[in-house]
């Protein structure tokens, strides 16, 4: 076991020196996780602030946004 200790001890500072942002770029992904793949931000719409869209901004994201409906039938 004190090889392994020893091999760890040369590892980590080298990974550290090599990698000096991985913890907060760590935070910075699993706070997109929480975001858009668990929606988590949807409890936090609340407390925010409601920002107007200009008539150019809803003019384009009208342009912008294709919509479309599904009519589910009666398969014969």
């Not at 980590?12 to 990698?19: E, K, L, R």
């Not at 920002?51 to 014969?76: C, E, W, Y």
């Given at each position: 076991?004190?090889?392994?200790?020893?091999?760890?001890?040369?590892?980590?500072?080298?990974?550290?020196?090599?990698?000096?942002?991985?913890?907060?770029?760590?935070?910075?992904?699993?706070?997109?996780v929480?975001?858009?793949?668990?929606?988590?931000?949807?409890?936090?719409?609340?407390?925010?602030?409601?920002?107007?869209?200009?008539?150019?901004?809803?003019?384009?994201?009208?342009?912008?946004?294709?919509?479309?409906?599904?009519?589910?039938?009666?398969?014969?």
């Amino acid at each position: 076991m004190g090889e392994i200790a020893e091999k760890r001890q040369e590892i980590v500072p080298a990974a550290a020196s090599a990698y000096p942002n991985i913890a907060s770029e760590y935070q910075a992904a699993l706070k997109v996780v929480d975001d858009v793949i668990l929606k988590n931000y949807i409890t936090e719409l609340s407390r925010l602030e409601i920002v107007p869209l200009s008539k150019s901004m809803l003019q384009s994201i009208v342009n912008d946004v294709n919509s479309f409906r599904l009519t589910l039938g009666k398969r014969a």
